[in-house]
């Protein structure tokens, strides 16, 4: 992850790893679970592919993942997200290991697949795009999702929502004392400056991925990408 961010990541998802699942839902508005069936359904996962998930934090992607005879490796880069998501026993995880998004621990070629949900926004781009090309075998698929920055026509209310729902949120947390706090609080400023979107196709493309899309997801909420490997 981008040297500057890596250290803000690792302190949100430490703080949030206990709740994880359930913040997820709340923040989202139970999008997460609508962006996580499109990423499934653009994924095509038929069976006995390779898959990677990049910040599979505590496998809640996995959880809705029927891969048959394929092989998933998780990675996260907190280890408190890895320990729960070892608890859950998730029956389609088939291994789980710490790294960082922008140095993936594995061999050239390694994975027929690469899935990512909500870590794009925390690296460097082209450093994410050039990684996920390397681990991919030639033809290999990538898809992710992120939060983006309000824009169209829901932007209004999405701005409202992020910049200022989720900051009060934080501060009610912190005045209880609860441990979810500075993510509710670190996330808008994180959202609003990091416009990831804007040049992830074109970085995929000069990374070596073909066939690049994008769509935006409940109004903009979040943005996902797909690629294939060339």
Not at 178 to 188: D, K, S
């Amino acid at each position: 992850m981008s040297r500057g961010l890596q250290p803000l990541a690792r302190t949100i998802f430490e703080g949030l790893s206990p709740s994880y699942d359930s913040v997820l839902d709340a923040a989202t508005l139970l999008q997460d679970r609508y962006w996580k069936r499109w990423l499934l359904s653009e994924a095509s996962i038929g069976g006995g592919e390779r898959i990677l998930d990049v910040g599979c934090g505590t496998g809640v992607l996995e959880e809705s993942l029927t891969a048959g005879r394929s092989e998933v490796v998780g990675l996260d880069l907190t280890e408190e997200m890895i320990r729960l998501a070892q608890r859950k026993r998730v029956p389609s995880i088939d291994s789980l290991c710490l790294g960082d998004a922008e140095r993936l621990p594995f061999a050239d070629g390694s994975f027929d697949l690469l899935l990512s949900c909500y870590v794009v926004k925390y690296c460097s781009a082209p450093l994410l795009a050039s990684e996920a090309a390397r681990v991919l075998r030639p033809g290999g698929r990538l898809v992710l999702y992120d939060f983006s920055r309000p824009r169209g026509a829901y932007a209004p209310f999405l701005a409202f929502y992020v910049y200022g729902v989720l900051r009060i949120i934080g501060a009610l947390l912190r005045l209880v004392g609860a441990r979810g706090a500075f993510t509710y609080e670190a996330l808008p400023s994180v959202i609003q400056t990091r416009p990831w979107d804007d040049e992830f196709g074109g970085l995929l493309r000069s990374a070596g991925f073909r066939d690049v899309g994008m769509k935006r997801l409940s109004g903009g909420a979040a943005t996902g990408f797909w690629g294939t490997r060339s």
